[in-house]
């Protein structure tokens, strides 16, 4: 659970480091508190999509490995009870 918060965490992360850039390349000859105040509030408008897109990257994640096995049972011509080890 640790690793799947850490996940979040730095998605949250590179969405501000990302809009702290694009204020900073927009607002030129700021003060400093104005960047990161604005970052912060650009953070809080992508924060929905941010966790959508994390939500979305576990689900793949956790999904994959399945369907890609299937696949390549399926190229190889082998079914399920053929795949299986024997008992």
């Known amino acids: 659970m640790l690793l799947l918060g850490g996940l979040f965490v730095l998605i949250y992360v590179m969405v501000y480091a990302g ?31 941010a966790t ?19 696949c390549r049972d399926r190229r190889r011509g082998r079914d399920a009870a053929a795949a299986a080890p024997p008992l």
């Open 19 to 49: 809009a702290l850039v694009a204020e900073v390349r927009d607002q030129q000859r700021r003060p400093g508190d104005y960047y990161l105040a604005a970052a912060a509030r650009d953070l809080i408008t992508a924060f929905p999509y």
């Open 52 to 70: 959508a897109a994390a939500v979305l990257w576990i689900v793949i994640a956790y999904f994959l490995p399945s369907i890609d096995r299937r």
